[in-house]
């Protein structure tokens, strides 16, 4: 179960820290610029200096955009406890879902439309494929 991030201040560092590992899996789930973008409410141009890796680069983050990111971290980890092999775990965001949530589009398109009850809504749905193992 996830717990709303309170509204408090990240360092600059907390928020590269986790931009930077929310937009590793979204690359691993291979998100498009565009849809990872939207997923985590970024610009573009936060999104190209947050991949160049450059150590002395520092962004804020508001907390709905930290929450966004605990969101796909959370999705992540389900993902890791319901399957065993990595295209699974990287490849499920990308299948096409038959589920009526998901009513055929892939769990990343649902994701992407930038809303967050879209996103807190696919992280329930897979949250409850691991069946109450935390």
Known sequence: MTVAIQAQDFSKSQCVAGLRAALNILDKWKASCEQACRVLRISRSTYTRAKQRDSEWA????????????IVLNIHA???????????????????????????R????????????????????IDTLRGAQW
């Open 59 to 70: 962004v804020s983050l508001d907390s709905d955009q930290m929450q966004r990111i605990s």
């Open 106 to 125: 892939a769990p990343l398109d649902v994701m992407a439309q930038g809303d967050m009850i879209s996103l807190y809504e696919t992280f329930r749905r």
């Open 78 to 104: 389900a993902l890791r406890l319901v399957f065993d092999n990595p295209e699974n775990v990287y490849g499920f965001p990308s299948m096409e879902n038959h589920n009526e949530f998901f009513n055929g």
